[in-house]
């Protein structure tokens, strides 16, 4: 009984998102407009900031994620991402942390743009062409272009018999992620080690997705969704953040 309460925590559906999508896969004009429009609004927001990123640097603009493919739910983030050549900005800030710099900026423009599509929140990323993990971006999982307007990867069913293979293997990972979630929660530990835990859940995301970039609706994809719809990454991610504030309490 409990493992089929918990594969309920992972939809797959027939359709596309219809907050995006219609009914032929086509993406809402509408939906493409206001994407375009926040990420070019991150990119004049990172040129204010002084980042040295040109028009003519952007390679392309994508939507990927689970609401370009069938396994979204309601939680799921229309995910964008800017490709860019990042050769000068990597040069002005040779001394720092540019994927650091980039997230830091990233959180920061979500905070000042409550900006939302099709009724979801934005998460917005800034890919280097350059880096392994961006250089053959159309491979990873299902891709539409809004600069060439359609799809660079489109997204596949997978049959029965592969999704009931994929949940058996993911029910077995969302149990040991469950455990060390309720054990970090236990034992009190400090908000550095669950960030860091939570850092290191969304690293190895993004490895199987480019380790399998045909379908991504691999195993540990599928388990991490399991995992985020109990609520205890929220948990996780809200214990961290009253953990730092008492940490800077003046008494």
Not at 64 to 75: A, I, L, P, R
Not at 140 to 160: A, C, E, F, M, T
Request: glycine share 4%; aromatic share 12%.
């Amino acid at each position: 009984m409990v493992y089929y309460m918990i594969m309920r925590g992972f939809k797959y559906h027939k359709n596309l998102c219809p907050d995006i999508w219609d009914s032929s896969n086509n993406v809402d004009p509408l939906v493409a407009q206001a994407a375009q429009m926040a990420a070019w609004d991150f990119v004049h927001y990172l040129q204010f900031l002084g980042v040295p990123l040109a028009k003519t640097d952007i390679v392309d603009i994508i939507l990927h994620g689970s609401t370009t493919n069938y396994y979204w739910d309601n939680k799921s983030d229309v995910d964008i991402a800017i490709i860019a050549d990042l050769s000068r900005v990597a040069d002005w800030n040779r001394n720092g942390n540019l994927a650091a710099m980039i997230k830091a900026f990233a959180q920061n423009w979500k905070r000042t743009r409550p900006m939302k599509i099709g009724n979801r929140h934005i998460d917005i990323a800034l890919m280097d062409k350059h880096q392994e993990y961006a250089k053959d971006y159309w491979k990873v999982g299902s891709i539409y272009s809004l600069l060439r307007g359609g799809w660079i990867h489109k997204p596949i069913r997978l049959s029965v018999s592969e999704l009931r293979a994929i949940k058996r293997v993911a029910y077995k990972k969302y149990r040991v992620m469950m455990r060390q979630c309720k054990r970090i929660l236990r034992q009190n530990m400090s908000a550095e080690f669950i960030d860091a835990y939570l850092v290191n859940l969304r690293r190895m995301r993004m490895t199987m997705f480019n380790e399998n970039y045909v379908q991504p609706v691999v195993s540990y994809a599928m388990a991490f969704k399991m995992l985020r719809n109990t609520g205890i990454i929220r948990k996780m991610r809200d214990k961290s953040k009253k953990m730092q504030s008492k940490t800077y309490c003046i008494k």
